[in-house]
């Protein structure tokens, strides 16, 4: 049976990255052959990341967006059941390696599975090749890298734990990156707007949650230049006001993260979501937009305050 390797869906870097690293060893880690797959499309960034490592051999992914034959499923990077494509169950999963809470998955038989407290799957990944000896090429070395950059905002992300900074310099010995350099080019990629409509905006790094009994969708957009995105304000308000109703969500937020000066323009469709935002981050608020300093990561500063307010 074929043995797939796939992320989230609207995948980050992490989400692209560690399936075509696990792939590319699958062999060694599980004995057998794995194809990685993603499960949307690439964002800025990536394309960065996969053009500039031009003579890349490991290959950007395909798409699958629903499983439809039998296959058997490596999960990386969430174990949240709202963010998986569709007919990942049960009864498919072989294995999980994840730096997320537990989502909720359930297996039928026994899976392998990893999961650390960490600030990127690939800084997991990185351990368990050592682990296991296995050779990690220059290339290798870049992807995962990477990831890790992207995963923890070239390590100011509070997710960013000791490891991560220790493996990303392991890493780099191997890379030869000038990691300030690259980590700024990345991040711009990130930042681009071109090619992006106001809708694809909130939905670009969008994840879905249900927390208690409510449906709570939380979208952020990386960037070094929040004006540009700011700039757009209305037309943002406008498209989150109709997501929400279109998606049923009782909750619908979005965060434009500047990652130079770490804090987040917090976007608040409704008095839901103002009224809870007040609560728990208590910004500035003006015209429907709430200024949180200090805030950066949806995983461990925005999910687990809203959690522990509704659930
Ligand atoms: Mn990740």
Known sequence: MELIVIGHKNPDTD?????????????????RHAVA???????????????????????????????KEEKEVVLVDTTEQTQLIEGINE???????DHHNLGGLKSSKPV?????????????LYKILKEKHLEITQEVAC?????????????????TTDEDRTILEELNKIAELDLEYYSMKMFKAKSSLEGIETSEIIEKDYKF??????????????????????????????ALKIKKQKDGLDYLF?????????????????DEETNLAKEIFKGS???????????????????????????
Request: glycine letters at 6%.
């Open 285 to 311: 608020l003006e015209d429907n937009v709430m200024f949180a300093e200090h805030i950066v990561s949806r995983k461990k500063q925005i999910v687990p305050q809203l959690k522990e307010k509704l659930e």
């Open 143 to 159: 992807l995962m890298a990477s990831a890790i950059i992207s995963d923890t905002l070239f390590l100011n992300s509070p997710t």
């Open 37 to 67: 797959k993603r499960a949307g499309e690439v964002n800025n960034e990536t394309k960065f990341i996969l053009n500039y490592l031009t003579d890349s051999t490991i290959k950007l992914p395909d798409l699958l967006e629903e499983i």
């Open 209 to 238: 949650f249900e927390m208690g009994s409510s449906k709570v969708g939380i979208g952020v957009w990386e960037t070094v230049a929040p004006e540009t995105v700011n700039e757009k304000k209305a037309e943002i308000l406008e």
């Open 91 to 97: 009864n498919n999963l072989f294995a999980i390696i």
């Open 15 to 31: 989400s692209i990255i560690s399936p075509m690293i696990v792939s590319h060893y699958s062999d060694s880690l599980f004995g």
């Open 254 to 270: 979005f965060g434009v993260v500047d990652i130079i000066k770490e804090n987040t323009y917090l976007y608040l469709v409704g």
């Open 112 to 124: 392998y599975a990893r999961i650390e407290p960490l600030g990127c799957t690939c800084t997991i």
